[in-house]
């Protein structure tokens, strides 16, 4: 069974840029996370998609931060303008259901903004 | 909200020893709490889960307990060998409202010695 597809691996952008990352989660899963993971620290939940809704979306700064699951499959992730503050590596997950189902992590993008 | 706080923030033992994490959690309505692997640079991974339904669950040199009265669950990994070194998370959710959310911990790095 192929993983969660992330792209790119890294970015480097200066701040005020925009940057968009891409997720593909596995087949047929119908919860799609995205997270940011700052160095030392555990993954916080930015947002949860359900299908193509989103279910939570919380702690998303959503000044800068937008992300979308267009018919329910790949979701993207956008930033704009940069931060420093928003160096981080951003990983997207997907379970089956979103219930208390195992959440597959994806590799993860890195993002350096300078 | 959930809150997950995780110690020891590092720990150093010799291949052979045991090694315990402890997390404690703040929503009594949190029913679901997995442990997740995280080598240099790669994707967290699923090593072990347990459900409020049960005190402890095993898999090979790898057990989680859970004490629901006192809110707090620990992972214990027997004989480490030095491919346990990696940072370990734990996280807290609660699915009653029909989805889950994932709290994670700050994260333990955990580093074996030969």
């Known amino acids: 069974e192929a993983g969660v597809a992330q792209s790119p691996r890294y970015k480097i952008i200066e701040k005020r840029q925009s940057v968009a990352f891409w997720c593909n989660p596995i087949s047929g899963h119908a919860t799609l996370y995205w997270y940011q993971q700052i160095l030392g620290q555990g993954p916080k939940l930015l947002i949860q998609?359900?299908?193509?809704?989103?279910?939570?979306d919380s702690q998303l700064p959503k000044d800068r931060f937008s992300a979308e699951r267009l018919k329910g499959v790949d979701s993207t992730l956008k930033i704009q303008p940069a931060k420093l503050e928003d160096s981080a590596v951003y990983l997207c997950?997907?379970?089956?259901?979103?219930?208390?189902?195992?959440?597959?992590f994806g590799p993860g993008t890195r993002l350096t903004v300078l | 909200g959930e809150n997950v706080e995780q110690h020891p923030s590092t720990l150093s033992v010799q291949e052979g020893d045991s090694a315990v994490i402890k997390c404690t959690y703040s929503d009594s309505a949190s029913n679901y709490f997995p442990w997740y692997k995280q080598e240099l640079g790669k994707r967290p991974q699923l090593i072990i889960d347990?459900?409020?339904?049960?005190g402890e669950k095993k898999d090979q040199r790898i057990a989680v307990t859970l004490n629901k009265t006192a809110k707090h669950f620990s992972l214990h990994i027997t004989e480490t060998q030095p491919e346990d070194s990696a940072v370990y998370f734990c996280?807290?959710?609660?699915?009653?409202?029909?989805?889950?959310?994932?709290?994670f911990g700050k994260g333990t790095m955990l580093l074996v010695s030969p």
């Open positions: 997950a997907s379970s089956s259901s979103g219930r208390t189902d195992t959440q597959y």
């Open positions: 996280a807290a959710s609660n699915a009653n409202s029909g989805y889950s959310t994932l709290t």
């Open positions: 998609f359900q299908n193509n809704g989103v279910v939570d």
């Open positions: 347990i459900r409020s339904n049960v």
